[in-house]
């Protein structure tokens, strides 16, 4: 197998919160030992409530935050601390589209200006190569040559989300962060932009980090997934593996609100609807931060932070795939953990 593109080994971001009664700092935890490896030409995807810390852990692995902790092997080289000109190389290689097309475009710039400023700020190619290589680039997105001297209001959001694409691809990335690309777009664009990745995919082998809330999408996309909850992984496997038989409390609850087009599937399927209060990600409690709307909750998911679980070539970060909490349910002639039962019927600690 070819070594990863990107390794992220316990990656924190911490921001500051303010000062407590105490006088000491408070630290909003956004992202809390992450972990997870993206090969050449794989995609994974990043689910999870609003606010979870999807995009923070985006924008700090393409380093527009710098880590707390951790950290982050971009092909084989340690970028975790690097800055200004020595992180110059990792930037033209490693890219981002952000969420909103209609802010991340400079109004003032015509499309011309905005796909070759990357190109000018790098010093790369002359001034005629620049020219040609943006036509090029605006016939990869699937937009017209004479659009080049356009200005962004001039575009529908389809459109401006293709002229990120293009910025994106201007300076010949090998990975790409892809925040949200298509929430802020119309369902039937949605799937444009979708076919339009994927292609760009297949055609320069590109590896993406795809975070998104339309767990469909994701499922379509992404070759692995990963859930997060309260800048936690929950739940981090192949796709195919967690959409079909999900393990944690969390992942299956995201799962059972997906639509099923079939009507009789949709009314067979049983919503998970989760109650209680979510914690607040300022100095969280060292527990279980999924304890209060739970499910499945027991003694010691209050009293302590569960592990991160190796299950059936998955990592889940929940007290019920512990060893020994396996290995007390365990039936002796079944040793891989399928189909946990309601353990709520007796807990045995
Ligand atoms: Fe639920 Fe406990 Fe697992 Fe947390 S550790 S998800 S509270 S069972």
């Known amino acids: 197998m070819a070594a990863p593109i990107l390794e992220v080994a316990h990656l924190c971001k911490y921001f500051d919160a303010g000062r407590a009664v105490s006088g000491e700092t408070k630290k909003l935890k956004a992202v809390e030992d992450v972990s997870f490896a993206i090969s050449p030409g794989e995609t994974m995807g990043l689910v999870g409530e609003s606010g979870c810390g999807k995009s923070t852990l985006g924008r700090t692995i393409v380093r527009i935050h710098d880590p707390t902790a951790g950290r982050i092997l971009y092909k084989g080289e340690d970028i975790t601390r690097r800055k200004n000109k020595h992180l110059l190389p990792v930037r033209r290689s490693m890219q981002m589209i952000f969420q909103d097309p209609y802010a991340s475009l400079d109004p003032r710039c015509t499309v011309g200006d905005i796909l070759a400023e990357p190109m000018a700020i790098h010093r790369l190619y002359t001034k005629r190569e620049r020219a040609s290589r943006v036509q090029a680039l605006l016939e990869t997105v699937g937009l017209k040559p004479d659009h080049i001297r356009r200005y962004p209001h001039e575009f529908s959001g389809g459109q401006r989300q293709r002229i990120s694409?293009?910025?994106?691809?201007?300076?010949?990335?090998?990975?790409?962060?892809?925040?949200?690309?298509?929430?802020?777009?119309?369902?039937?664009?949605?799937?444009?932009?979708?076919?339009?990745?994927?292609?760009?995919?297949?055609?320069?082998?590109?590896?993406?980090?795809?975070?998104?809330?339309?767990?469909?999408?994701?499922?379509?996309?992404?070759?692995?997934?990963?859930?997060?909850?309260?800048?936690?992984?929950?739940?981090?496997?192949?796709?195919?593996?967690?959409?079909?038989?999900?393990?944690?409390?969390?992942?299956?609850?995201?799962?059972?609100?997906?639509?099923?087009?079939?009507?009789?599937?949709?009314?067979?399927?049983?919503?998970?609807?989760?109650?209680?209060?979510?914690?607040?990600?300022?100095?969280?409690?060292?527990?279980?931060?999924?304890?209060?709307?739970?499910?499945?909750?027991?003694?010691?998911?209050?009293?302590?932070?569960?592990?991160?679980?190796?299950?059936?070539?998955?990592?889940?970060?929940?007290?019920?795939?512990t060893p020994d909490f396996l290995a007390l349910r365990r039936n002796g002639e079944n040793p891989i953990f399928t189909d946990p039962p309601d353990w709520r019927a007796d807990i045995p600690v």
């Open 165 to 321: 694409i293009a910025r994106t691809l201007a300076l010949d990335p090998e990975f790409i962060v892809c925040d949200e690309p298509i929430s802020a777009l119309d369902v039937s664009i949605q799937a444009q932009i979708i076919n339009l990745l994927e292609r760009i995919q297949d055609e320069r082998g590109l590896s993406y980090l795809f975070i998104a809330h339309d767990l469909g999408m994701v499922r379509h996309i992404s070759h692995k997934i990963g859930v997060m909850y309260l800048g936690h992984m929950m739940e981090y496997g192949q796709t195919a593996d967690v959409y079909d038989n999900p393990y944690h409390p969390y992942t299956k609850a995201l799962l059972s609100a997906v639509p099923v087009p079939d009507p009789k599937t949709a009314r067979a399927k049983q919503r998970i609807v989760l109650k209680g209060e979510v914690f607040t990600p300022i100095d969280p409690p060292a527990c279980c931060l999924f304890a209060n709307r739970c499910p499945h909750v027991m003694a010691r998911c209050r009293r302590t932070e569960p592990p991160v679980c190796h299950v059936a070539g998955r990592r889940v970060a929940c007290h019920l795939y």
